[in-house]
């Protein structure tokens, strides 16, 4: 199939490598075309705006930074809504507030595409792997049809309402695992002292009832962490975290809605990214916290 990607950060490139493992014939456009380079000695194709690839292709997925991001990819000159989108079903799985989603799905609606909102969870592994866990808004038949292709690029799908749901429930599943790190690296401040290796202490703390699943699966990437070694790739940057966290603390505003610990850990990333943490991963955030408030 001709599938299309609006996007090729990191998360996006991850995504074109598991299309063109699954045989299809990808076409992809990024902000910076650079970052397409890698992508194209696979076999993915390039086009020279998000128009061009939603012509010359079935499905096209985007995959954006934010909600301004995704203004610019599909309202600006050569963007999506300047294509023919009849017939044309666009799986849309950026990050962002609901509301972003449902006015995006109208305009496209209106143009006689078709149109979900799928933001996926997991990182850059488990999305070169075809085990994202998807997240679905639209209709039946919308989501019908884009299917086979969520099948491959995610170990389950859950399609929870109309458009704008799984941006919802998106905000939802990601917030409990971005305070964590906070959390986290507090409660590794207590045991800091005890005479531990890092990976004693983590095989410990992933094996208890307060440890999510991310835990165990990231815990040797963040012993290295402990140990003072740089994760050389950042699945998920401190910088995305708290882009993520502001949405949050939008969407949760807007309905009348409190949340002083989203809030709490939003202002101590702030002052973790302001000392130049911000392009690296999450997991990182521990080590600072415990190196930067030791006494």
């Given at each position: 199939m001709k599938i299309g990607l609006i996007g090729a950060g990191r998360?996006?490139?991850?995504?074109?490598?598991?299309?063109?493992?699954?045989?299809?014939?990808?076409?992809?456009?990024?902000?910076?075309?650079?970052?397409?380079?890698?992508?194209?000695?696979?076999?993915?194709?390039?086009?020279?705006?998000?128009?061009?690839?939603?012509a010359a292709c079935e499905i096209t997925i985007s995959i954006l930074t934010d909600g301004a991001a995704i203004d610019s990819a599909y309202r600006a000159a050569g963007g999506v809504l300047e294509a023919d989108l009849s017939g044309k079903l666009l799986i849309e799985m950026s990050t962002v507030r609901p509301s972003t989603s449902i006015?995006?799905?109208?305009?496209?609606?209106?143009?006689?595409?078709?149109?979900?909102?799928c933001p996926v969870g997991g990182t850059v592994g488990p999305a070169r792997d075809g085990k994202l866990f998807g997240l679905v808004g639209g209709s039946d038949e919308h989501v019908a049809k884009a299917k086979p292709i969520l099948d491959q690029l995610c170990r389950r799908v859950e399609h929870v309402g109309p458009?704008?749901?799984?941006?919802?429930?998106?905000?939802?599943?990601?917030?409990?695992?971005?305070?964590?790190?906070?959390?986290?690296s507090e409660a590794l401040s207590i045991s800091s002292k005890l005479d531990i290796s890092p990976e004693r202490l983590i095989d410990i703390l992933s094996d208890t009832s307060g440890a999510p699943n991310m835990l165990k699966a990231r815990a040797p990437a963040?012993?290295?962490s402990l140990k003072g070694q740089v994760s050389p790739n950042a699945a998920f940057t401190l910088d995305n975290i708290r882009k993520d966290l502001r949405t949050m603390i939008e969407e949760a505003k807007s309905m009348g809605w409190d949340i002083?610990?989203?809030?709490?850990?939003?202002?101590?990333?702030?002052?973790?990214s302001a000392a130049g943490l911000g392009e690296a991963d999450g997991l990182e955030v521990p080590a600072w916290f415990i190196k930067t408030h030791s006494k």
């Open positions: 998360m996006g490139g991850a995504i074109v490598q598991r299309l063109l493992a699954c045989g299809h014939e990808v076409t992809i456009w990024n902000r910076s075309m650079a970052k397409t380079e890698p992508l194209v000695e696979l076999g993915a194709k390039t086009a020279p705006s998000p128009s061009a690839v939603v006015a995006l799905a109208k305009d496209i609606l209106a143009k006689g595409g078709g149109v979900i909102d458009n704008g749901s799984g941006a919802t429930l998106k905000l939802s599943v990601n917030l409990p695992l971005l305070v964590f790190w906070q959390s986290f963040i012993v290295a002083p610990v989203t809030i709490a850990t939003l202002k101590e990333f702030d002052k973790t």
